[in-house]
């Protein structure tokens, strides 16, 4: 039986030189008596490299604040000074004895605790620190250096009302935990209440960030006042982490609702934001929930000294079965490992009459004297405080050897009958098992089978078998199966078209593909290959179309399939049409059929209106570009469809005057433009005197000019004034006028 005595470890795992600032924390409260309560923050941070101390101890570049928020006040009802915080080392302990914990690797916590005062209130409190950053070197995070942590608590107004105390978490996770090994950690809490616990997997907060100019705002490394809630959650890595699959693994990370167990097999090496969440319930009412955020290191951890041999089966006892058939000689595959650690090792096996023979060989070749039962063992780094062995047992049974045969006809499409020869020194009827492989997919597991192949081609079969002594051999023949078929069958994917038309043939015969030479004739003197072609016609008629089929292996058929094809005539549609250059003031549209061979004709107009005329005539309402769409049918019913497409552009005018007469008359009192303005994007109308002075402007086309100044100030004196014009049309063409208003009083 394989046992491990005493055995070491190493471990490779490297850490940045200068590691950020914390690693975890969680908040945590006890009420002493009504609204007074003691708070505790832990916190967690690597101490391996340059990274800044824990906030409001000596030295350290910040204080350490809390702040305390009420109900969904964004300003906090409180914010609390914490300083000299009780900071321990945290040995890196280690679950499997295996392992050498790594050197490089240092961990400190930092816990600051205060008692507070809080009215009993019918608002949540919420209780809150911020801090950024976390370690660059985190692998299931985007842009982890800049990810700051939030560590927060609420106290509900229920929670008030019976003086509740959160639960606390008992131990603290491992900080080494070792790739492909099975992970399990108690990561249960204790509640002094009483209270019912559940256990899961959440996202870790974030909060602050990495802006050292402005520490304190909110996107500052320390802020003060913290932030208000809620809060957002990390960034893990979209696609390939989550709250919920934060370290990957097969299986992945989870936790027992219940029990707090948390359970895995990592396969992926680095450092991992982790976060834990534990709910309290009273009466089935939320109480509470406490967060616990850390990072884990997983590492490659390499066990020291382990006896392995590469056999197919180890018994219910341990013992590593080498099973022979048919052969008295074997050469044992060591592989046993960490070979660096292994300074010796002894084969030993029992011969009968209490032989015994060793062997110091790293892959020990033995011969036995025939069939039977040979145990023996290997011993590793004997007499050493580092060992390990393993049993071993050498069963020498008779061989067997697989043998068949196959019988079918060539060329006619048919079943493949096999028959079994095998033969077994195990004595008559010692085989238990026979498998087939007929290398199309298929498999049986009768003695002497019969298959039908639907697919040709050099088929390797491969028949195993097995006796009563669990020995098993195998054998593989190619079987060429490359058969005619009994029945063509095709099925163009139309029987009637319209010239000029692409005619595809589906080729449903089995068995062929491509391996087949098969020779097309259209009826139409064109011919063609393969297995199902397309052929394209260009003239009218009834075709018969027929092929010729010959196998890889020289099977022929071939078929006719008389009038299979019927193509008729088709029209040619086509048109113009005037004028050619179209507006919202010409927009009427005369078309001119240019088709051949039409009986009927259908226009449509944008999906607006609708024709049957030959050449109709269609006024379009609105600007922009449109689709026209001419079906013209032959007497044959054949279709065939043309398209255009016009531009009804859309445009606006502008004309200026030039003279008026402001007396006030009713006639011609105003200067003001004519024209078509709607769709303007902008205009702009300026008006300047003799002296170069601005004396009326405008935005609205509509807008006209009295004389006077900006039509309320002073009379403008009889003469000439400068006019200039500016406008946009609908299509951010740039217009630019300039004329002469004349005034005449």
Known sequence: MKKLV?????????????????????????????????????LYRDCAGGGANFDGAPNAPFAATVSIFSGNSFLPFKVVNLTNPQVEDIPIAESNPCIVPPGNICVQSGVYTWVEQLPVSNETYTISYQRCCRNNTISNLVNPGAVGSTYSVEITPTAQGFCNSSPEFENLPPIVICSNQDLSFDFSATDVDGDVLVYSLC???????????????????????????????????????SASNPMGGNPGLSINATSGLLTGFPTFTGQFVVGVCVEEYRNGELLS??????????????PTVVADINVDEIDDQGVYQIKLCGDSSVVIDNQSYQANFINDWQWSLYLPEDTLYDSDNWDPAFDLPGLGTYPGNLVLNLGLFCTDTLDFEITVFPGLNAQFDFVYDTCDYGPVTFLDYSVTGAGPDSLVSWAWDFGDG????????????EIPGQLPVQLSIEDTNGCTT?????????????????????????????IFFLNLSVPIDSTYDILWDFGDDSFGTGVSPYHFYQDTGVFTVSLDITSPIGCVTGAVFPDLITMLPSAQAGFDYTPNILSNFESEVSFIDESIAAAAYYWNFNNSSFSVLEEPTHTFVDTGLVEVTQIVTHQSGCRDTA???????????????????????????????????????????????????????????????????????????????????????PRSERIKLQGYANLLR
């Not at 909110?218 to 982490?241: E, H, L, N, S, T």
């Not at 205009?683 to 004396?695: K, T």
């Open 6 to 42: 005493v055995i070491f470890g190493l471990v490779c795992f490297f850490l940045p030189l200068q590691a950020a600032h914390i690693i975890g924390g969680e908040l945590t409260y006890e009420c002493i008596s009504s609204g007074t309560y003691r708070f505790t923050l832990k």
């Open 203 to 241: 996202t870790p907060l974030t909060g602050g960030g990495n802006d050292t100019q402005n520490p304190f705002t909110y996107g500052g490394v320390a802020p003060d006042p913290d932030a208000a809630p809620p809060y957002g959650g990390v960034p893990f890595i979209p696609g390939q982490f």
């Open 289 to 302: 929930t406490v967060t616990r955020d850390f990072q884990f290191n997983v590492t490659t951890c390499q």
């Open 442 to 453: 298929n498999e049986d597991e009768s003695q002497n089978p019969i298959h039908i192949y």
């Open 474 to 502: 195998d054998t593989t023949q190619i079987v060429e199966f490359f058969p005619v078929p009994d029945l063509i069958v095709l099925e163009p994917n139309r029987f009637v078209g319209c010239v000029p038309d692409s």
């Open 643 to 729: 398209y255009a497409i016009l531009d009804i552009e859309p445009r606006v005018t502008y004309y200026l005057p030039n003279a008026f007469t402001p007396n006030l008359d009713g006639i011609n009192d105003e200067y003001r433009g004519t024209g078509y303005f709607f769709g303007m994007k902008s205009f702009q109308i300026e008006i300047w005197n003799r002296y170069g002075e601005l004396v009326f402007e405008s935005s609205d086309p509509n807008e006209g000019w009295n004389g006077r100044k900006n039509n309320s100030g002073r009379e403008s004196q009889e003469g000439l004034y400068v006019v200039f014009v500016e406008y946009i049309t």
